[in-house]
């Protein structure tokens, strides 16, 4: 077990959050994350700074993905993906700093700050692999959203 999976399955309440402009992996990735700790009884937000392109809101709970945090909601954890520094995330920093929790960076960019305070960066050819690598080791079994959602992630950045 790793500490980034220690940690995950020591909370309950995390918001999933990517870069601006979200593209296909910040979105495929955010998204199978989403599937993966709901799988596990985890209450989830996603949250982008930005609108999902048209072209991937066809991915299953994209639905669900939010521009603010609902206001009754507080992230005991913060999993940050496809973000080589926190800025990266537009306004949502913000919203982020206002509640001062464990925040986990998972990111394949080499230029990465590893600005968690527990980081996943590793050469890959996109996030959504770092992601499938992780709920394997969370031993959650990929249901078919997982699956779509991460292909769209590797397919589109690579």
Do not use: W
Not at 60 to 70: K, N, T, V, Y
Request: net charge negative; with cysteine; hydrophobic share 40%.
């Amino acid at each position: 077990m790793t500490p980034i999976a220690e940690e995950i399955l020591k909370r309950d309440n995390f918001l999933i959050t990517a870069h601006i402009e979200p593209d296909g992996d910040a979105v495929g990735s955010s998204l199978a994350m989403l599937h993966a700790l709901t799988l596990l009884g985890k209450c989830v937000c996603v949250c982008l700074s930005d609108f999902v392109p048209p072209l991937y809101r066809f991915l299953p709970g994209a639905e669900r993905i939010e521009r603010d945090l609902p206001p009754d909601f507080s992230p005991e954890c913060v999993i940050v993906l496809d973000c080589s520094s926190l800025e990266r995330t537009g306004r949502i920093q913000k919203q982020i700093r206002m509640f001062s929790p464990l925040i986990i960076n998972i990111d394949h960019h080499q230029g990465n700050s590893c600005y968690g305070d527990l980081s996943l960066v590793r050469n890959a050819s996109a996030t959504g692999e770092l992601i499938y690598d992780l709920i394997k080791t969370l031993n959650v079994k990929p249901s078919k959203e997982i699956g779509i959602c991460l292909y769209t992630a590797i397919l589109t950045d690579t």
